[in-house]
């Protein structure tokens, strides 16, 4: 008998172990999507460093640094999003965190990946349109509206985070 099979039988038998392994659920994957928009963010910086390559090769200098800065904040949103609090507590801790939270987190996070998708499809479109200075400075003033969305979207997930007491 597998591991998953044992646990099922306990929630069939006990009182409140199948409430228990929902909620363990929920923080699988909130971790799991967290994780994979992580990974989808080092597109996004991968599609920056394709724009930095580009004015590079034409020459075009002056907005280097302000790529640069983006791409700096983009991977430092990656990491606070994949080591963020997820709902985690044991069964024997003392602070709970309760499934409508972990709901709420979740949805966050569901929502944080749908803008990081759109932007790495938008850091592909726009690498291919920069052929000039002014095209470069329309790409960098789009992704700076977006990365301050995704910024916003992480903070309001840890907001929901610490009124939980993570």
Request: hydrophobic content about 40%.
């Amino acid at each position: 008998m597998s591991v998953a099979d044992k646990l099922r039988e306990l929630a069939e038998k006990v009182p409140g172990v199948a409430e228990f392994l929902e909620r363990e659920d929920l923080r699988e994957q909130d971790k799991l999507v967290r994780d994979y928009a992580a990974d989808q963010m080092t597109k996004i910086k991968d599609g920056i460093t394709g724009i930095k390559k580009v004015l590079l090769e034409k020459m075009q200098l002056s907005l280097l640094d302000d790529f640069d800065r983006l791409g700096q904040i983009i991977g430092r949103l990656r990491e606070s999003h994949r080591f963020a609090a997820y709902g985690y507590a044991g069964a024997f801790d003392r602070k709970k965190i309760n499934e409508p939270e972990l709901q709420d987190m979740l949805d966050k996070d569901l929502e944080i990946l749908d803008t990081v998708e759109q932007l790495v499809g938008d850091c592909g479109d726009l690498c291919a349109s920069v052929t000039d200075e002014d095209g470069a400075k329309t790409a960098l003033a789009s992704l700076r509206v977006e990365i301050k969305k995704l910024e916003a979207l992480i903070e309001s997930r840890r907001a929901i985070a610490g009124r939980t007491g993570l």
